[in-house]
């Protein structure tokens, strides 16, 4: 397998990426799958420059909830006595908790990663994860007057850190998490994506820190797979807001299970 990569393949792997980000179907299992059929790859670095075009998407998208966490803060700051009756408050410190367990657990992981992704019956389990998570998802139960606490956050956090394992989608393991500890949709769907944020951008960081990692993630054809990522980003994550909406994340598990099957038939 080469790591030289075009214009034309990052492109489709932009594509892959900016759908499967957010749809509740593992970017990184459709990425790995992508590359393996292409018989290319840009490794791990790849990977997250795809997520970075992800991640501006999601920016753009939840702007607006981004600037109300940073009122909050201030707010906590100026009246600490006050957090627990700010919901939006208490969202943030939930985010700073769920952020600590999905650290741990993707360091953690972290080194077996790019090996795994090659590994098609290690991806195919993991899809099978992420159509369990989604049909579990059926099973929550709406808690009258929801609110964010630790608890909650930190097994949110779990799932997410666990996420980075190739084929078990962030989404669909948040979204189904937040929706089982009784969030309503709404909730669910803006903590999951709030929280992507931070777990995203450190990712980004922490991989394409050095000089050498844009070149070994594709160069610039590999910005461009970002852009594309980004452009589709924007229209997967909209459509997703409303599949949530109407209670209908379970549907995703119809294509993720055969996907699952057939990808534990690879070689």
Do not use: N
């Not at 998407?57 to 627990?84: H, N, Q």
């Not at 996420?163 to 009784?182: D, E, I, K, M």
């Amino acid at each position: 397998m080469t790591t030289e990569v075009s214009f034309v393949q990052t492109a489709i792997l932009g594509v892959v990426q900016g759908v499967t980000e957010f749809l509740p179907i593992s970017s990184d299992g459709h990425l790995a799958l992508g590359q393996r059929l292409l018989h290319t790859s840009g490794g791990l670095e790849m990977t997250v420059l795809l997520h970075a075009g992800t991640l501006l998407a999601t920016f753009v998208i939840f702007r607006k909830e981004v600037v109300e966490l940073f009122k909050a803060l201030a707010r906590m700051v100026r009246s600490p006595g006050t957090v627990r009756s700010d919901v939006r408050a208490m969202e943030l410190i939930g985010i700073f908790v769920a952020s600590v367990p999905t650290a741990i657990v993707g360091l953690a992981l972290k080194k077996h990663v790019e090996a795994w992704s090659s590994v098609p019956w290690i991806v195919g389990v993991c899809f099978l994860g992420t159509g369990a998570a989604l049909l579990a998802s059926r099973f929550g139960r709406e808690e009258a007057d929801f609110q964010w606490t630790p608890t909650k956050a930190f097994l949110v956090g779990i799932a997410q850190g666990l996420a980075v394992l190739p084929g078990l989608s962030r989404s669909a393991c948040t979204l189904a998490s937040a929706l089982l500890l009784g969030a309503p949709p709404k909730e669910a769907f803006r903590f999951s994506f709030l929280l992507s944020l931070p777990a995203v951008g450190g990712a980004l960081l922490l991989e394409l820190k050095d000089p050498g990692a844009l070149s070994r993630a594709g160069g610039m054809p590999g910005v461009f797979g970002a852009v594309v990522a980004f452009f589709v980003g924007l229209v997967a994550l909209l459509a997703l807001r409303g599949v949530v909406s109407r209670g209908k994340l379970w549907a995703f598990a119809l294509y993720v299970i055969p996907l699952a099957l057939l990808t534990l038939t690879l070689r």
